[in-house]
């Protein structure tokens, strides 16, 4: 018997060293030192806001914030926040998360991404079993599309019923922002005509200063916004980033973002982009 326990304590202890020989991802701060998922937590409590940037499809960033959130939640009282849920289908949120409409329902009546079911809805379901508010906080994607095609000026437009769903006009715009700069140097930008190409950035932006706005009115005195994201709107420092500070400039914010790397244990410099980066193995499965 003791033979066989020797045995099998060995066999496990192989197959640890073997596990963390070959990690899914590795977490380094803004100074490209390694990381815990502990001092990430207890950084997390000092702060008004978290921006958890993600790859869309990549899930260790889903399965993170859902541990993530999860966590957060026995220390903190918590609001979620998403990109991935418009403004406009606040309403339909709502009642999925009073149990008046079930997910057949949301499914129905919401403009759900592809990949809710498996990516967010565990997020939203756990709002849901803990009684915590959700934020559909992005302006609906028509808008933006708006912008695209026509500038800022295309909001002016909209009615005082449809200006609710967006962030109070005019915003503020900085198109000197790196990120805003770097999106009209993409390839493929430089086949489109030069409004569309101007007004890029500018549809980014209206999405960055709604989920900024939102996060402002949703976020309750003595809570923890978690929001999540693409990383583009908060790499950086930049995007729903920059927003917050302008509008609320004493806010305590911690960003966090995904980059894929060929090897997770060596630190890329040029990764450095928010507080906290999850660099995962390129080889990782996606969603979709």
């Known amino acids: 018997m003791k033979t066989f326990l020797t045995t099998l304590l060995t066999f496990f202890l192989v197959f640890s060293i073997q596990a963390q020989d070959k990690p899914a991802f590795k977490l380094y701060n803004n100074k490209g030192k390694r990381t815990s998922y502990k001092k990430l937590l207890k950084e997390a409590e000092k702060v008004d806001v978290v921006l958890f940037g993600e790859f869309h499809n990549n899930p260790i960033s889903h399965w993170l914030q859902y541990e993530f959130t999860k966590d957060m939640g026995q220390k903190r009282k918590l609001v979620l926040g998403f990109e991935m849920l418009e403004q406009d289908n606040q309403d339909e949120v709502n009642a999925y998360l009073k149990g008046e409409i079930d997910q057949k329902a949301l499914d129905t009546v919401a403009r759900l991404w592809k990949n809710y079911n498996t990516d967010y809805k565990p997020l939203v379901d756990y709002a849901k079993d803990h009684k915590i508010s959700v934020c559909a906080c992005n302006i609906p994607r028509r808008y933006a599309s708006k912008v695209f095609k026509g500038g ?52 980014q932006a209206s999405k960055d200063a709604t989920m900024a706005h939102f996060i402002l009115r949703d976020l309750k005195k003595g809570h923890l916004m978690i929001h999540y994201n693409g990383a583009y709107h908060s790499n950086d420092y930049e995007g729903i980033m920059w927003y917050l500070k302008k509008y609320r400039p004493e806010l305590k914010i911690l960003t966090i973002t995904t980059e894929s790397v060929p090897d997770v244990k060596k630190f890329v410099e040029e990764n450095a982009k928010a507080d906290f980066i999850i660099q995962v193995d390129e080889d990782m499965t996606t969603t979709y």
Do not use: C, R, S
Not at 178 to 195: I, L, Q, R, S
């Open 152 to 203: 800022f000026e295309a909001l002016e437009a909209l009615t005082n019923e449809e200006k609710k769903w967006i962030a109070p006009l005019p915003f503020p715009y900085n198109p000197e922002l790196p990120g805003y700069v770097a999106m009209t140097d993409m390839e493929h930008m430089k086949h489109m005509p030069k409004k569309m190409m101007q007004n890029m950035p500018k549809a």
